[in-house]
């Protein structure tokens, strides 16, 4: 540490006892503590983004030797046209034409009950408006789904 030792620290020590007084020595060492806390603090910090700075130096030397390797490599190596007269190679993967329609996100009922909501007659237009919309009619469904459940009335 700076070179001075122990009885040199040990000096230091009872000077400050003599001059500072064993009442107020507590505070005055917590205060410098504080004071070298916060110089440790500035000099991590200026080391770590000195560290960061030849990071980032070295770095963009790499990323110039490989454009420059890149270069050279692709200067003896230049990339060959195909013969004329030769098609250009298909992609390695063509999905098989399919002769059966495109599978709906949709389960069958939704199509039905579109279908049937488009073939249903207008609204009458003097008829009372309800405050809700009364369910609609189940559409037949074309699946092999079993029909709802019909409920029975309670004697």
Known sequence: MFGIGYSEL??????????IGPKDLPRVMRQVGRWVGRAQTMARHFRS??????????L???EKK???ENER???D?????????EPIAAPAFEPAPSSEPAPSSEPEWV??????????PAPDPSAPELPFAPPAPAAP???NDPPPAKSEPLP
Do not use: F, Q, Y
């Open 141 to 143: 469904s074309a699946t």
């Open 111 to 120: 199509s039905a009950a579109v279908a049937s909501d488009e073939a249903a």
């Open 60 to 62: 963009e030397e790499m």
């Open 10 to 19: 040990l000096v230091i020590a009872i000077v400050g006892l003599v001059v």
């Open 66 to 68: 490989w454009r420059e």
């Open 77 to 85: 190596h230049p990339p060959t046209p195909p013969p004329a007269g």
């Open 73 to 75: 490599i692709m200067a």
């Open 49 to 58: 983004g000195i560290d960061t700075m030849m990071r980032e130096a070295e």
